[in-house]
């Protein structure tokens, strides 16, 4: 469990190394988890169990992690309330973006197998 949990930190140091040094505007643990995507593919194995276990751990308190933002999203009510208007269209057209770009995503990828 050690192992693999500090595999998952080295994934998002190497992530946050990279975002900082070129100035990415993709966030690092985010460059990470592809640094750690990439590294499983080119294993050509299926993950170390204890790698399995750790983010199966990790996934099942995920809830959690929603904690903070729940109280950022309070803190600012009145801005919120303020603004709700430009906020929610941003987030049904990102919304919208992201499931269009997702589902042409998938039909190439059926379309090229």
């Known amino acids: 469990m ?3 949990l500090a595999t998952l930190l080295a ?5 946050e190394v990279l975002a900082r040094a070129l100035h990415l505007p993709v966030p690092g643990p985010v460059i990470g988890m592809a ?16 790698l399995e276990a750790t ?10 992690l929603f904690v903070p933002a729940g109280v950022g999203v309070m803190l600012y009510l009145p801005l919120l309330a303020r ?10 057209v990102g ?3 992201a499931i269009a770009a997702t589902g042409r995503l998938a039909q190439w990828l059926l379309r090229t197998r």
């Not at 499983?40 to 170390?48: K, N, Q």
């Not at 983010?55 to 959690?64: R, T, V």
Request: aromatic share 4%; net charge negative.
């Open 95 to 97: 919304t919208l973006a």
């Open 35 to 50: 640094l750690l995507f990439a590294g499983l593919l080119l294993r050509g194995r299926e993950a170390p169990p204890a």
């Open 11 to 15: 994934c998002q140091l190497a992530g």
């Open 2 to 4: 050690i192992g693999a």
């Open 83 to 92: 603004d709700w208007a430009p906020l929610s269209l941003g987030v049904v």
């Open 55 to 64: 983010s199966d751990a990790l996934l099942g308190n995920l809830g959690l």
